[in-house]
């Protein structure tokens, strides 16, 4: 009944509706905060690096945010969406009524308030009232104190996102302080440095982060204070050193570090204005950010220029119709979308470059199957960018990178899919890079066994070019790298990227080579397989093999890998059996036909979003993201539509626990945004499937400057399947399309009907082994 509901109201709204750019003003920045979406709610830029925003409880929010506890402070870098341990929250700002007492600073939220640009929340009942906002590298501070009381400002240099906990499924990730130094300056200036380690990617190198702080009140009385001791008003520095080496760090949880520096002021009505400026490369340079990007203490003109920069990333993307629900989860997923990865140009501080820098690659493995390309369609420059500072770490790491965060690199979830982004926007003509210097990057990742696999490049390389496949014994945690299932399959899938790129480079014995090695997924083909479900038995599966060719006994289709250390990463052998993209064709042979490929289908999808079938279909993580749409491979593109729209509508909501799992660096955004415009990329290929719109009309600004615009006439609650198709007037038979085709605009135009038919009468999406 409330799918019938509110798709009724999405009829009617559409009937009056008009075509509109998207808007910061309808983004809502706490959806997805809650529930494992674990996004960042503070003020950001587009692609911005400062991230101020508060870190609630016990500090373990992966964005700073959660959703109990108390407030600790307002910390000025943060991530968005991620999984597994937290990175960042480093320095933090606390303001506070009273003599300097960092013990007891933390107090319960109150009227707590985000928008685009801004975020606002009352200290419990101290009267305190904290905005921010920011510029690319500098956040801003409004502290508005009760009048008549002693005012003061903590800056604890010590403060980081923990972890104190890890399960045995994880790598010991808490970040842990290495060393602090800070120094009051004068009565409106302090600065200092962080040092820090670990964190989600194991950094063993420490990373440094650099802030000048200014604020527009003299103190009248500051200080600092050391980790375990009571602060010391007219001390003018303060540091800490941790007591072990990184061979005797300890085991979680990691050991909580406090110090600082504090400014107090005279009691006023006036707020407190501050400044961060926040620097990788040096307490100068934070300075320098702090002065050019915000003039004075400009809260109002910094809060508008934020909300202008969105609005102008936004505006390349116009929908029509729709609830106002709709439309808010549909900007706020494009904004999730340009959160990370991050925009460090001019902070590297490990080589100098004239080339951009981005930093908070988190995961590859999450981006590259739908955020990347749909950065292609709206922001080809902005990919550019990330691509070729993508090629400049490989130059300096040796290998393609998955994860990167903190100038460090690490961790590899599974294949090596930064060839996945590049073979990507090669076949989509993303300007700027030279290919043959990409290729000859991309095909010693494909070839050469990484120095350190956990943290870039492929792993195992000997055994995969020898018995194509990863064996069974690399899933030993005593042993190397493990993920065999997984990792085996997703190498299948970047080698076929590489014989893409390398065909169009004319480099022919190498487009055979890996084209050939792109079709080893079969060698772990378990026809014996079997999964007795309630629909019948299910036969033949993805598994694991020894060394020696013999199959991992006790095969179990309901084994849900959660991180490393398993067989699969982050699914069951049903979500990879069924990920062979460069492929499908071959697939859909393999198991048995067009028949039996649509009841494996089916059951994939029975019972959507319940939590007893999560062994099989899963939203909340990306390996499935391709999965709904491999109906339009027989024919069947009206169970692609019906299945959109139930995943969709059982998974994706308002509010803070609307996304069905992390966001991963606007990964789930990206997925919801293409699907509701009505098709879907098959990442690292030139093609791009048929689903089903939810708006009447969507409209692409393309980096060519022509529109591309789908439009679903007769639109309604019930018709949600095509009855016919049309581009740009002339009849269409097919259930997919090309990227040149989108590019040179026009209008993909669908007559929507009540049930299911079959108009995909042209020919099937390509697949590699189609004659």
Same mark, same amino acid.
């Given at each position: 009944?409330?799918?019938?509901?509110?798709?009724?109201?999405?009829?009617?709204?559409?009937?009056?509706?008009?075509?509109?750019?998207?808007?910061?003003?309808?983004?809502?920045?706490?959806?997805?905060?809650?529930?494992?979406?674990?996004?960042?709610?503070?003020?950001?830029?587009?692609?911005?690096?400062?991230?101020?925003?508060?870190?609630?409880?016990?500090?373990?929010?992966?964005?700073?945010?959660?959703?109990?506890?108390?407030?600790?402070?307002?910390?000025?870098?943060?991530?968005?969406?991620?999984?597994?341990?937290?990175?960042?929250?480093?320095?933090?700002?606390?303001?506070?009524?009273?003599?300097?007492?960092?013990?007891?600073?933390?107090?319960?939220?109150?009227?707590?308030?985000?928008?685009?640009?801004?975020?606002?929340?009352?200290?419990?009942?101290?009267?305190?009232?904290?905005?921010?906002?920011?510029?690319?590298?500098?956040?801003?501070?409004? /502290?508005?104190?009760?009048?008549?009381?002693?005012?003061?400002?903590?800056?604890?240099?010590?403060?980081?996102?923990?972890?104190?906990?890890?399960?045995?499924?994880?790598?010991?990730?808490?970040?842990?302080?290495?060393?602090?130094?800070?120094?009051?300056?004068?009565?409106?200036?302090?600065?200092?440095?962080?040092?820090?380690?670990?964190?989600?990617?194991?950094?063993?190198?420490?990373?440094?982060?650099?802030?000048?702080?200014?604020?527009?009140?003299?103190?009248?009385?500051?200080?600092?204070?050391?980790?375990?001791?009571?602060?010391?008003?007219?001390?003018?520095?303060?540091?800490?050193?941790?007591?072990?080496?990184?061979?005797?760090?300890?085991?979680?949880?990691?050991?909580?570090?406090?110090?600082?520096?504090?400014?107090?002021?005279?009691?006023?009505?006036?707020?407190?204005?501050?400044?961060?400026?926040?620097?990788?490369?040096?307490?100068?340079?934070?300075?320098?950010?702090?002065?050019?990007?915000?003039?004075?203490?400009?809260?109002?003109?910094?809060?508008?220029?934020?909300?202008?920069?969105?609005?102008?990333?936004?505006?390349?993307?116009?929908?029509?119709?729709?609830?106002?629900?709709?439309?808010?989860?549909?900007?706020?997923?494009?904004?999730?979308?340009?959160?990370?990865?991050?925009?460090?140009?001019?902070?590297?501080?490990?080589?100098?470059?004239?080339?951009?820098?981005?930093?908070?690659?988190?995961?590859?493995?999450?981006? /590259?199957?739908?955020?990347?390309?749909?950065?292609?369609?709206?922001?080809?420059?902005?990919?550019?960018?990330?691509?070729?500072?993508?090629?400049?770490?490989?130059?300096?790491?040796?290998?393609?990178?998955?994860?990167?965060?903190?100038?460090?690199?690490?961790?590899?979830?599974?294949?090596?899919?930064?060839?996945?982004?590049?073979?990507?926007?090669?076949?989509?003509?993303?300007?700027?890079?030279?290919?043959?210097?990409?290729?000859?990057?991309?095909?010693?990742?494909?070839?050469?066994?990484?120095?350190?696999?956990?943290?870039?490049?492929?792993?195992?390389?000997?055994?995969?070019?020898?018995?194509?496949?990863?064996?069974?014994?690399?899933?030993?945690?005593?042993?190397?790298?493990?993920?065999?299932?997984?990792?085996?399959?997703?190498?299948?899938?970047?080698?076929?990227?590489?014989?893409?790129?390398?065909?169009?480079?004319?480099?022919?014995?190498?487009?055979?080579?890996?084209?050939?090695?792109?079709?080893?997924?079969?060698?772990?083909?378990?026809?014996?397989?079997?999964?007795?479900?309630?629909?019948?038995?299910?036969?033949? /599966?993805?598994?694991?093999?020894?060394?020696?060719?013999?199959?991992?006994?006790?095969?179990?289709?309901?084994?849900?890998?959660?991180?490393?250390?398993?067989?699969?990463?982050?699914?069951?052998?049903?979500?990879?059996?069924?990920?062979?993209?460069?492929?499908?064709?071959?697939?859909?042979?393999?198991?048995?036909?067009?028949?039996?490929?649509?009841?494996?289908?089916?059951?994939?999808?029975?019972?959507?979003?319940?939590?007893?079938?999560?062994?099989?279909?899963?939203?909340?993580?990306?390996?499935?993201?391709?999965?709904?749409?491999?109906?339009?491979?027989?024919?069947?593109?009206?169970?692609?539509?019906?299945?959109?729209?139930?995943?969709?509508?059982?998974?994706?909501?308002?509010?803070?626990?609307?996304?069905?799992?992390?966001?991963?660096?606007?990964?789930?955004?990206?997925?919801?945004?293409?699907?509701?415009?009505?098709? /879907?990329?098959?990442?690292?290929?030139?093609?791009?499937?048929?689903?089903?719109?939810?708006?009447?009309?969507?409209?692409?600004?393309?980096?060519?400057?022509?529109?591309?615009?789908?439009?679903?006439?007769?639109?309604?609650?019930?018709?949600?399947?095509?009855?016919?198709?049309?581009?740009?007037?002339?009849?269409?038979?097919?259930?997919?399309?090309?990227?040149?085709?989108?590019?040179?605009?026009?209008?993909?135009?669908?007559?929507?009907?009540?049930?299911?038919?079959?108009?995909?009468?042209?020919?099937?999406?390509?697949?590699?082994?189609?004659?």
């Amino acid at each position: 009944m409330r799918y019938l509901l509110r798709n009724t109201l999405v009829f009617v709204s559409c009937m009056s509706a008009v075509l509109w750019a998207q808007k910061a003003s309808e983004i809502d920045p706490m959806l997805g905060a809650d529930r494992g979406g674990n996004v960042f709610v503070g003020p950001t830029l587009p692609f911005g690096m400062a991230k101020p925003g508060p870190d609630y409880g016990t500090n373990q929010g992966n964005a700073g945010w959660a959703a109990t506890g108390n407030l600790n402070g307002f910390s000025q870098l943060h991530v968005s969406g991620t999984g597994g341990g937290p990175k960042y929250g480093n320095i933090s700002v606390q303001p506070m009524l009273g003599k300097a007492d960092p013990a007891h600073s933390s107090v319960p939220r109150k009227d707590e308030h985000a928008e685009v640009g801004y975020y606002a929340v009352g200290l419990g009942d101290t009267g305190i009232r904290a905005e921010i906002t920011t510029a690319r590298r500098t956040p801003v501070y409004r /502290f508005t104190y009760p009048d008549g009381q002693q005012r003061t400002l903590l800056v604890d240099v010590g403060h980081l996102l923990m972890k104190l906990h890890d399960s045995p499924h994880r790598y010991d990730e808490g970040q842990i302080v290495s060393s602090t130094q800070v120094q009051v300056l004068s009565p409106t200036e302090i600065a200092g440095e962080q040092d820090s380690v670990i964190g989600w990617n194991i950094q063993t190198t420490p990373m440094r982060v650099y802030f000048y702080l200014v604020t527009d009140t003299p103190a009248v009385t500051s200080g600092t204070w050391e980790d375990g001791k009571a602060p010391q008003d007219g001390a003018k520095t303060a540091s800490y050193k941790m007591p072990f080496t990184m061979q005797t760090l300890p085991k979680p949880p990691a050991p909580i570090v406090s110090t600082g520096a504090y400014l107090t002021f005279a009691p006023g009505a006036k707020p407190v204005m501050v400044k961060v400026g926040v620097s990788f490369v040096s307490i100068e340079q934070a300075k320098k950010n702090a002065t050019t990007e915000v003039a004075g203490f400009d809260f109002e003109s910094t809060r508008k220029a934020v909300v202008a920069a969105w609005d102008k990333e936004l505006s390349t993307t116009k929908v029509e119709g729709g609830t106002a629900d709709e439309r808010q989860q549909f900007a706020t997923g494009l904004y999730h979308s340009m959160l990370m990865p991050v925009d460090r140009t001019g902070e590297n501080p490990l080589w100098k470059s004239t080339l951009p820098y981005y930093d908070d690659f988190y995961c590859i493995w999450d981006t /590259f199957r739908s955020s990347t390309p749909l950065l292609t369609l709206i922001a080809p420059k902005r990919v550019t960018g990330i691509l070729q500072s993508l090629l400049e770490i490989q130059d300096h790491d040796g290998f393609f990178v998955d994860g990167r965060s903190g100038n460090f690199a690490g961790r590899t979830q599974g294949g090596s899919d930064a060839e996945m982004m590049f073979t990507d926007a090669y076949l989509k003509h993303v300007p700027g890079l030279d290919w043959e210097r990409v290729y000859k990057a991309m095909r010693h990742d494909a070839d050469v066994e990484s120095t350190d696999p956990i943290r870039f490049g492929r792993g195992d390389m000997d055994e995969w070019k020898k018995l194509g496949y990863l064996s069974i014994e690399h899933s030993d945690p005593a042993g190397g790298p493990d993920r065999p299932g997984s990792r085996s399959m997703e190498y299948a899938a970047n080698d076929y990227a590489v014989a893409l790129m390398a065909k169009g480079l004319h480099h022919d014995a190498d487009a055979k080579l890996f084209a050939e090695r792109s079709s080893n997924w079969k060698k772990l083909w378990y026809p014996e397989a079997v999964d007795h479900t309630e629909g019948g038995d299910i036969k033949g /599966f993805i598994w694991m093999k020894h060394a020696d060719g013999s199959w991992e006994e006790l095969f179990n289709p309901r084994l849900v890998g959660t991180w490393y250390k398993d067989n699969f990463y982050e699914a069951s052998t049903w979500t990879y059996s069924l990920y062979v993209p460069q492929d499908v064709r071959e697939l859909i042979k393999t198991i048995g036909g067009d028949a039996a490929f649509k009841k494996r289908l089916d059951l994939f999808f029975s019972e959507a979003g319940e939590h007893r079938f999560r062994y099989r279909y899963d939203v909340g993580n990306e390996p499935g993201f391709l999965t709904p749409y491999l109906y339009n491979w027989i024919g069947e593109q009206s169970s692609t539509a019906k299945t959109i729209h139930s995943v969709l509508d059982a998974s994706y909501h308002s509010g803070k626990a609307g996304l069905p799992g992390n966001d991963d660096s606007g990964a789930m955004g990206s997925f919801y945004v293409f699907n509701r415009m009505g098709y /879907f990329p098959v990442a690292a290929q030139d093609v791009y499937l048929i689903g089903s719109p939810s708006f009447p009309r969507s409209t692409i600004t393309l980096g060519n400057g022509k529109q591309f615009s789908v439009v679903a006439e007769n639109l309604s609650a019930r018709n949600i399947y095509i009855a016919s198709a049309t581009w740009n007037g002339k009849p269409y038979q097919r259930s997919w399309f090309t990227h040149e085709q989108l590019v040179a605009g026009g209008e993909l135009k669908l007559v929507m009907t009540d049930k299911p038919t079959h108009w995909d009468t042209g020919e099937a999406p390509p697949s590699m082994s189609d004659k």
